[in-house]
């Protein structure tokens, strides 16, 4: 399987403001998955991203409130722009396995909106 | 639009107490309906993946089973360290991987 890092681990930002979490895997992938955790819920999908080509978003969720970068086969950025304390929420990005259609996922970035 | 729906939300188990978690699912055209473990603070665990009804797959003190309309993981004789969230997934084809989870069922086994 995958090891998948991510940074921030944690933050605490302002509302109006946006911030970038980074996602570094050990391998080269070619498909990522930003995924959403709010309290209380399930995971929801956000976007998944593929090395050369644009962002495909979810239902719900677009690209200028969350922008997404992947810049080579094992990196992705996810930016939650314009925050308001409603995406108060963890950011999990993911890679699928090798072996089959499993995802493997990073540690999280809790963030908190104030 | 792909549903899964986790049964109970909350388990408190005795050490040594076996039981077995449900999760329910409606999706056109199964590919995969896959088992997760999360504990505080971390990403989910992949634990299972199952592709068709009659399938089963075991880890230690875990077994996952699989029929048309729901799965089950069973947990034979748990221990403390079993204390988890156990998040299920289900994956549709032809929608590019997404998976869809359920709200989890949050585990806790005491001495």
């Known amino acids: 399987s995958a090891v998948i890092s991510q940074k921030p681990s944690r933050d605490i930002c302002q509302r109006g403001t946006s911030l970038t979490i980074q996602c570094q895997v050990d391998?080269?992938?070619?498909?990522m998955f930003w995924y959403r955790q709010q309290p209380g819920q399930s995971l929801t999908l956000i976007a998944t991203?593929?090395?050369?080509?644009?962002?495909?978003?979810e239902s719900g969720f677009v690209i200028d409130k969350f922008p997404i970068s992947r810049p080579n086969l094992t990196f992705s950025t996810l930016t939650v722009s314009n925050m308001s304390p409603e995406d108060s929420s963890i950011y999990l990005c993911s890679v699928e396995g090798t072996g089959g259609h499993e995802q493997y996922f990073g540690p999280g970035t809790r963030l908190t909106v104030t | 639009e792909d549903q899964v729906t986790q049964s109970p939300e909350a388990l408190r188990l005795q050490e040594g107490e076996s039981s077995s978690l449900n999760c329910s699912y409606t999706v056109s055209g199964l590919r995969g309906l896959f088992w997760y473990r999360q504990d505080p603070g971390k990403g989910p665990e992949f634990l299972f993946t199952?592709?068709?009804a009659g399938e089963e797959k075991e880890k230690e003190r875990l077994k996952a089973t699989l029929t048309k309309k729901e799965s089950f993981l069973h947990i034979t004789a748990p221990k403390p360290e079993d204390s988890a969230t156990y998040l299920c997934?289900?994956?549709?084809?032809?929608?590019?991987?997404?998976?869809?989870f359920g709200t989890g069922t949050r585990l806790q086994v005491t001495l």
């Open positions: 391998s080269q992938v070619t498909m």
């Open positions: 997934a289900v994956q549709a084809g032809g929608t590019a991987s997404k998976l869809t």
């Open positions: 199952l592709y068709s």
């Open positions: 991203a593929n090395q050369g080509s644009e962002a495909t978003y």
